[in-house]
């Protein structure tokens, strides 16, 4: 199982990002997908997640900011972020859990002035 998150940069405060998590020898459609975040000395935290069935759930913080995605065509799950602030700057993770849990390489998102 391979995931590959991209998409990540430098945006300022107000601005938007999509990322993109493809995914290889798993499918999206049968996993729970979700991404998850690390700020410097924090824990990462669940940002999102998509069920099997489009059942999405959100962390509190990012509610009518962030909206999680997937294309079962291209079998990628995306996360697009409007409204970003400085305190969403982490690097942020793909994660699918199935039979197991498999975790993409992470992608750094900075959101600064």
């Known amino acids: 199982v391979q995931l590959q998150a991209f998409g990540g940069g430098l945006v300022q405060p107000g601005g938007s990002l999509r990322l993109s998590c493809a995914a290889s020898?798993?499918?999206?459609?049968?996993?729970?997908m979700n991404w998850y975040r690390q700020a410097p000395g924090k824990q990462r935290e669940l940002v999102a997640g998509?069920?099997?069935?489009?059942?999405?759930n959100y962390q509190d913080s990012v509610k009518g900011r962030f909206t999680i995605s997937r294309d079962d065509a291209k079998n990628t799950v995306y996360l697009q972020m409007i409204s970003l602030k400085p305190e969403d700057t982490a690097v942020y993770y793909c994660?699918?859990?199935?039979?197991?849990?498999?975790w993409g390489q992470g992608t750094q998102v900075t959101v600064s002035s």
């Open positions: 998509i069920t099997r069935g489009g059942i999405t």
């Open positions: 020898g798993i499918s999206v459609s049968l996993s729970y």
């Open positions: 994660c699918a859990r199935s039979t197991d849990w498999w």
